[in-house]
């Protein structure tokens, strides 16, 4: 006697991006990214995470009255001019214009950067000086990874600096 056994597998998830970039069809949401492993929510379906560009927008920057050695900024006790610096796999990308004598300040953007698997993502905040810029705060994901990047935040505090931002798939 023959018999003939039917196997149905459902894989729960979102489907992965097809060659054409389509994607097609549901299954996740922006909103609580519910990709998995290496994919990103984008448009209602999972896509591949890495090799496509990303927005950096609405950065965040608070620092202390003083800088890591307990001194003022800037000469005569002034307030630090503050500029950031995005670099992918340790090459400046994009750079800011200053905002001027403030402890606190916020870089709109958006500013476009293109990740790649097992790749860095860093961003620096500086105080711009004449010769040499001095550093505030810097957050680096070395390697970025798909979790992070489906959470569309990032962010980091030290010495009393913080640096926040948001980063969104294209």
Known sequence: MNRLFVVVVLIAGCVAEDAGGGGGGG?????GDSC???TICV?????????RVYLVSDV???VPTTDSSGAAWDIGGGAPDLKIKISVNG???STSVAVADQFNASFAGPFSVTLVAGGS???DA?????TVDDPAVACQANPVTA???RTRTMSCSASGSTLSWQIDPR
């Open 36 to 38: 998995s492993g290496e």
């Open 121 to 123: 993502l860093r961003i």
């Open 60 to 62: 965040s920057v608070h």
């Open 147 to 149: 979790a992070q990047l």
């Open 91 to 93: 090459s400046v990308v």
């Open 43 to 51: 448009a209602g379906s999972c896509v591949a995470a890495f090799g």
């Open 27 to 31: 299954g996740c949401s922006e909103s």
């Open 126 to 130: 500086v105080d711009e000086d004449v």
